[in-house]
């Protein structure tokens, strides 16, 4: 990482609003810390999308496995991440996701909370037919309070730049 931006080194309100104006690769946004996770959260995810599987509900059989509690659902972990970053102020505008790969490298417990740094991979200022909208590629990384690296997501972004 060359420059941290955000929480951190202040001040930061709407990221991408000025974005093309500072931002070159290797530049990181860090969130600082966001809420925890509980189990209620987890709970109301289960009962709206009907993803019972032992993991996210059986604390005997995680135990059994060697874990300590329940996991968090990996697509209530992606969602909770942005949310994360909206907590500590920081705010995406003018972008429009257009793919992102998602990996999951420790167990995300009830209680935990998560720290969101985005580090700007690729940038790509204009594209041959649209030459008011640019690539953006952001290497995102969730850690908890131990360290420990627990979700890295590759996103993808367009972007409107002003012209």
Not at 92 to 115: A, E, H, K, S, T
Not at 138 to 148: P, Q, T, V, Y
Request: hydrophobic residues 35%; aromatic residues 10%; glycine residues 8%.
């Amino acid at each position: 990482m060359d420059r941290i931006i955000g929480p951190l080194n202040k001040p930061l309100k709407i990221w991408w609003e000025d974005f093309e104006d500072f931002v070159d690769v290797k530049d990181a946004i860090d969130s600082g810390f966001g809420k925890p996770f509980n189990e209620e959260q987890i709970r109301q995810y289960v009962l709206v999308t009907r993803d019972d599987y032992p993991s996210h509900t059986n604390r005997r059989y995680m135990v059994g496995l060697g874990f300590s509690d329940i996991c968090v659902p990996t697509h209530l972990l992606t969602g909770r991440l942005e949310g994360i970053l909206k907590e500590n102020g920081i705010i995406y505008m003018g972008r429009w996701n257009i793919g992102y790969d998602v990996r999951i490298m420790n167990p995300v417990f009830p209680g935990q909370r998560l720290r969101v740094v985005d580090e700007v991979e690729k940038v790509r200022r204009k594209f041959p037919k649209t030459p008011k909208a640019g690539l953006v590629i952001l290497n995102r990384k969730a850690i908890n309070e131990d360290g420990d690296l627990v979700v890295t997501v590759r996103n993808n972004y367009i972007v409107d730049w002003k012209c």
